[in-house]
């Protein structure tokens, strides 16, 4: 139903900055809430930051609040994560999923209510 790309990643070092991109397309992509993921190795795929489909409700991880800021530009179907101070622990492999669910009302942090994945973008921060 719908095709997700990520594109910014990089190799950074501590307490540089990143912005990400998530280009959308398929019907109607304004009408859904979007999140991004990461996976470090080893590790499971954990919620980041979600932005609803109205663009007006902004969600974090405690581990990137303050830090790292998500937006949306529905003309161009595209969804951005700003990354500031970034730190080691913040390498992985970062992907952006639509929720399976639209015009939800409020928002999903489980992996299971996200139907479409990008093929994940990644972010290397060396200290």
């Known amino acids: 139903q719908f095709q997700l790309v990520e594109s910014g990643g990089g190799l950074v070092q501590a307490g540089d900055s990143l912005r990400l991109s998530c280009a959308a397309s398929?019907?109607?992509?304004?009408?859904?809430?979007i999140s991004w993921f990461r996976q470090a190795p080893g590790k499971e795929r954990e919620f980041v930051a979600h932005?609803?489909?109205?663009?007006?409700?902004?969600y974090y991880a405690d581990s990137v609040k303050d830090r790292f800021a998500i937006s949306r530009d529905n003309a161009k179907n595209t969804v951005y994560l700003q990354m500031n101070s970034l730190k080691s622990e913040d390498t992985a492999i970062y992907y952006c999923?639509?929720?399976?669910?639209?015009?939800?009302?409020?928002?999903?942090?489980?992996?299971?209510?996200?139907?479409?994945w990008g093929q994940g973008t990644q972010v290397t921060v060396s200290s």
């Open positions: 999923a639509i929720d399976r669910i639209q015009f939800r009302s409020g928002y999903a942090r489980s992996v299971s209510e996200y139907d479409s």
């Open positions: 398929g019907r109607f992509v304004s009408g859904y809430g």
């Open positions: 932005i609803t489909w109205t663009g007006t409700g902004r």
